[in-house]
């Protein structure tokens, strides 16, 4: 493995800019120069490791959930902006999450999104939108996409905060999505790619038997989409229209990960991966 930037411990969440990536890994937050591949700032964050963190970002500010606690940190000098406690247990911990020019939208365990103004960083509501939880979620226009434990995929309206519409595309949790202006292409527990028309509300295509285990939505590079399945250990590369199969390749991965495309390269973190690790597209993707 081409071992990007190696820490003491794996990497839960990362996020790449042009000079920098920030990542979470044991109990700290990293700040790691992408040219010298240093460490220029971390902070100690959380009290000890932990394996279900993740992290998203804007020009300004990080955003890492924790369970049911949510920090803002200043993103170039790690200062804790604000702290939410936006549940009490597992049972209202937070799931998906993303943001925009104006809030943030935190989802909740079992349905419902907290809404925090990115101006004064105060909650503005709480909406219950779905009927089970939503694992992933993402901003298209005036509206959040989001796939729920139920197999839905569902639309719903940023401003009124209420669904507008949950297309069922399978009987198992849509746990990752991926937005390409307007196409989505979903994850399913059962093992199925599926490729939605967000203007037409309609499933163009599925491929199912995908990977043999769980497995992630990682975004197009070219003419391909990539997924991955981090128990499978493998990468595999799609026709972007088509869903037909295109390859895969084999690298040691482990449970669960985050990953990231930056022109030619992805990025690659997982339990097993003291770090991130980067494979050069242009060299892997079977011709």
Same mark, same amino acid.
């Given at each position: 493995?081409?071992?990007?930037?190696?820490?003491?411990?794996?990497?839960?969440?990362?996020?790449?800019?042009?000079?920098?990536?920030?990542?979470? /890994?044991?109990?700290?937050?990293?700040?790691?120069?992408?040219?010298? *591949?240093?460490?220029?700032?971390?902070?100690?964050?959380?009290? *000890? @490791?932990?394996?279900?963190?993740?992290?998203? /970002?804007?020009?300004?500010?990080?955003?890492?959930?924790?369970? &049911?606690?949510?920090?803002?940190?200043?993103?170039?000098?790690?200062?804790?902006?604000?702290?939410?406690?936006?549940?009490?247990?597992?049972?209202?911990?937070?799931?998906?999450?993303?943001?925009?020019?104006?809030?943030?939208?935190?989802?909740?365990?079992?349905?419902?999104?907290? =809404?925090? @103004?990115?101006?004064?960083?105060?909650?503005?509501?709480? &909406?219950?939108?779905? /009927?089970?939880?939503?694992?992933?979620?993402?901003?298209? /226009?005036?509206?959040?996409?989001?796939?729920?434990?139920?197999?839905?995929?569902?639309?719903?309206?940023?401003?009124?905060? @209420?669904?507008?519409?949950?297309?069922?595309?399978?009987?198992?949790?849509?746990?990752?999505?991926?937005?390409?202006?307007?196409?989505?292409?979903?994850?399913?527990?059962?093992?199925?790619? &599926?490729?939605?028309?967000?203007?037409?509300?309609?499933?163009?295509?599925?491929?199912?038997?995908?990977?043999?285990?769980?497995?992630?939505?990682?975004?197009?590079?070219?003419?391909?989409?990539?997924?991955?399945? &981090?128990?499978?250990? @493998?990468?595999?590369?799609?026709? *972007?229209?088509? #869903?037909?199969?295109?390859?895969?390749?084999?690298?040691?991965?482990?449970?669960?990960?985050?990953?990231?495309?930056?022109?030619?390269? #992805?990025? =690659?973190?997982?339990?097993?991966?003291?770090?991130?690790?980067? #494979?050069?597209?242009?060299?892997?993707?079977?011709?």
């Amino acid at each position: 493995m081409n071992y990007f930037i190696t820490m003491n411990k794996c990497v839960t969440g990362f996020r790449v800019d042009n000079q920098f990536i920030d990542c979470i /890994s044991n109990d700290s937050v990293f700040k790691i120069d992408k040219q010298t *591949k240093e460490i220029v700032y971390s902070t100690k964050l959380f009290k *000890k @490791e932990g394996f279900s963190r993740n992290l998203i /970002s804007n020009h300004e500010l990080l955003i890492i959930r924790d369970f &049911y606690t949510l920090y803002i940190l200043d993103k170039n000098n790690y200062s804790c902006v604000s702290t939410f406690q936006l549940g009490t247990d597992l049972r209202t911990d937070i799931c998906g999450m993303t943001m925009d020019e104006t809030n943030i939208y935190a989802c909740i365990r079992n349905g419902s999104i907290i =809404v925090i @103004e990115l101006s004064n960083l105060t909650i503005k509501g709480v &909406y219950h939108v779905s /009927s089970s939880s939503i694992w992933d979620i993402k901003v298209y /226009s005036n509206v959040l996409i989001g796939g729920n434990v139920e197999g839905n995929l569902l639309l719903i309206d940023k401003i009124k905060m @209420e669904p507008m519409t949950s297309m069922i595309l399978g009987k198992q949790n849509i746990g990752s999505i991926s937005l390409q202006k307007n196409k989505v292409y979903a994850a399913g527990q059962d093992k199925t790619l &599926y490729f939605v028309d967000l203007e037409h509300r309609t499933c163009i295509t599925n491929k199912r038997n995908v990977h043999k285990r769980m497995f992630d939505c990682v975004g197009i590079y070219n003419n391909f989409f990539i997924t991955i399945s &981090y128990p499978c250990s @493998e990468i595999s590369f799609w026709n *972007k229209e088509t #869903l037909e199969f295109v390859g895969s390749i084999n690298i040691p991965l482990s449970l669960s990960g985050r990953t990231f495309i930056e022109d030619n390269i #992805l990025f =690659v973190a997982s339990r097993n991966i003291n770090g991130i690790i980067s #494979l050069d597209l242009r060299s892997n993707i079977i011709k």
